[in-house]
């Protein structure tokens, strides 16, 4: 059988335990690291399994038919592979939807039980109750209802919180107000309290929350990007926070990673910084779902879902 490519920026010793944890799913294939392969290896591979790979490396693989990505996001795949790439496969994995929605869960939480206020209290020395409010009076809302919003729409609601969802497409999830469309996005921003962002960045998500879209919400209500950095305009978020008008973000994704020292975020007592580790891949669980999907492939010749070039996702 043609060996499998493992294209990554990632040092030797990452790769080496991704192929160990790959190849341990996928006994019966080889699966070699790209800049190990001989160019016989590398003519014959047709499936690549990636990391964030230089696409010249992709490039570099004449007779690939797909690419399986072992990240969920992929507009830089995208953008960087173009229109004439194989078949782009990404990865959905229901661990990390559940990882993904436990993270959602206890930042909402964060944000209900008023942690950044009480944070702020002790740094000034202050005992004082703030008023308990409880999640069914509150109002979450969700940009994006895929796998992981959807998933983390669901946690929120068994939790008590009032879910609402946006798609680009109109879902119907138990329990839980969906809407679509521009109108759709502004009702929902006006009536919630807490804001999640879990949409892809595409052409038409990048800048989606900027002033105008802060303007509109509840007047100190609070937002939580998981998603992508660049759905969110920088300053346009510092000035909202600076007037008042949102109370507090949570960020796990910034248009420069890591984020620079330079940011404002860092020390702004009205942002909370994580490191992108709101959704991490989880080796063992993508590893067996990778298999899975390439296993299927060589007996049936059925690729799972496949990304939409034009859609962005
Ligand atoms: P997904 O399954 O593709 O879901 C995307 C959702 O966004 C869908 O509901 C889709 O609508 C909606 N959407 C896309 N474009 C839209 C638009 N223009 N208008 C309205 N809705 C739109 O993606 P996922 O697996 O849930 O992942 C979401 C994102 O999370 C990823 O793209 C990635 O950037 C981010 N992520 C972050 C981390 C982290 O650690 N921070 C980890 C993993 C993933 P339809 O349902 O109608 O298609």
Redesign the pocket.
Known sequence: MPPIAFVSRSDAASEAVWIGALSAALPQETIISFSAMSDDEKQRAEIAIVANPDPEHIAALPNLKWVHSL?????RLVAELGPKAPPLV?L?DPE?SRV?SEAVLAWSYYLQRDMPAYRKQQQHRVWQELEYRQPSEMTVSL????????ASARKLKDAGFNVIG????M?SLAGIETV?GDEG?NTMLQRSDIVVC?????E??RGLLNASRFGIMKKGASLIN???GLIVVTDDLLDALDSGQLSHAVL??FEVEPLPDSSAFWDHEKVTVLP?????TGRESSARIVAGNIRNWRQTGTLPPIVDIQ?G?
Request: glycine fraction near 12%; aromatic fraction near 10%.
């Open positions: 990240w969920a996001g992929v507009e990404r959905t990390l993904m940009i994006g209802l895929g796998e992981l919003g959807a946006w798609s680009r497409s879902k679509s996005l879990l949409v892809p960045l595409t038409q998500t998981f998603a992508r796990d994704v992108h580790i709101s959704g991490p859609r996702y």
